[in-house]
Structures are given as C-alpha cells and as structure tokens.
T-cell receptor
Framework: DAGVTQSPTHLIKTRGQQVTLRCSPK?????VSWYQQALGQGPQFIFQ???????QRGNFPDRFSGHQFPNYSSELNVNALLLGDSALYLC????????????FGPGTRLTVL | QKEVEQNSGPLSVPEGAIASLNCTYS??????FFWYRQYSGKSPELIMF????GDKEDGRFTAQLNKASQYVSLLIRDSQPSDSATYLC????????????FGAGTRLAVHP
C-alpha cells in the first residue's frame, strides 16, 4: 500500500517565478492538507482540500493556491515567488474515519534564489 | 503568545535513560494532541496521539495530557541513539476540520 507521495523531491526557482507541487494521498484517503515548514520551524498550515474544494485556509497570501482532482490528488501553486518561500512543503492526507490523524508525504524542498 | 510552545533544546540524554519532552498550548478548547518525530531532512512521522486526560502508553512511548494545565508531554523510555530526532507537538485547531497547529519542535540527542 503506497503512502503519501509528492513530486518533485527538490526544486530550485528564482524570485518572481511560479511553481506547482504535486501530491497523491494514501490509498483510501480523501482529504489533503498542505503545510510549509521553514528551516528550524514546525510545519505551518496552508490549506486543506476535501471533495475538490478548499475548506480551510491558514494565514498565507493569495499567491498560494491549490486544487484537488477527482482522484483526490492535489496541487499547490505558488506565484511570484519570494526568497522567504524557500521551505519544505509537506502534503498530508487523512481518512474520513480518522480525520484526526494525518500522514505526511516526504515533502518537496523548494529553494528560491 | 505562540499557540503551541516547545523548548527547542537540544535535550541531551544518555542511552537507556528516560527522555521527557514537554509542550504547552494556548487554546483551552483544544481536544486532540499529537506527537510527531522528524529526522533531519525527512518528513514528520506520527508516533502518538492522545485525546483524554491522563497517560497513554505505546511501547517505549508514553503521552501525558493535562487539559487543566494545557500541557502535553512525551516520555521515551530506554532511549536509543536512533531516537535522536526533532519531536513536534501538534494540536488540532478548534472550529472543525483537522488543521494541525505545530510547535517548533524539540531536538533530542541520545548519546551512547
């Protein structure tokens, strides 16, 4: 049983560019959450998708947007990249029966130069 | 005041000792609490969750919750060098859904 998968593993972009990160949830999971983890910090909640809709959002600007597809996979898009967007981006999925436990993917390391 | 606070460490313990990791949270309405382990360069791994006051044991790990004091702790018995990692305390946000609010983590170093 495959766990949560994310792509790409690493990414280097320059300021002002746009980036798309991808996530496939664990089999049987339908809820996907995205987190940003800066170096030395805990993960910060960006937003959560369920039934292809954003149902909760953290304190992130509109430059951060997302999408969930009918197969429950999800994308995170970041426009107009800033140096401060450099971080580990984590996707977490959960089940309808265990919504209180989220399982994280391996993450995408984004570096903005 | 941060929503979830942890001592950043490092907490250094000898092999075989008990490591005690602590966390406080600010939202008195919080109901669900989680401990994640994160090795350097890796993603967080769920090791324990606790919902009720008291202790919950799973192998060498014990989570303790005191809602009156808004305090969560994780004890690791018989610490091993492989336990060396950052331990993240997380609290489920109130207001529905399952957004997690994380502390900054405590770095644990277990030395032989």
């Amino acid at each position: 049983d495959a766990g949560v998968t994310q792509s790409p593993t690493h990414l280097i972009k320059t300021r002002g560019q746009q980036v798309t990160l991808r996530c496939s949830p664990k089999s049987g999971h339908d809820t996907v959450s995205w987190y940003q983890q800066a170096l030395g910090q805990g993960p910060q909640f960006i937003f959560q998708y369920y039934e292809e809709e954003e149902r909760q959002r953290g304190n992130f600007p509109d430059r951060f947007s997302g999408h969930q597809f009918p197969n429950y996979s999800s994308e995170l898009n970041v426009n107009a990249l800033l140096l401060g967007d450099s971080a580990l981006y984590l996707c977490a999925s959960s089940t309808p029966d265990s919504i209180d436990t989220q399982y994280f993917g391996p993450g995408t390391r984004l570096t903005v130069l | 005041q941060k929503e979830v606070e942890q001592n950043s460490g490092p907490l250094s313990v000898p092999e075989g000792a008990i490591a005690s990791l602590n966390c406080t949270y600010s939202d008195r309405g919080s109901q669900s609490f989680f401990w994640y382990r994160q090795y350097s360069g890796k993603s967080p791994e769920l090791i324990m969750f606790i919902y009720s006051n008291g202790d919950k044991e799973d192998g060498r790990f014990t989570a303790q919750l005191n809602k009156a004091s808004q305090y969560v702790s994780l004890l690791i018995r018989d610490s091993q060098p492989s336990d060396s990692a950052t331990y993240l305390c997380a609290v489920k946000g109130t207001g529905g859904y399952n957004k997690l609010i994380f502390g900054a983590g405590t770095r644990l170093a277990v030395h032989p």
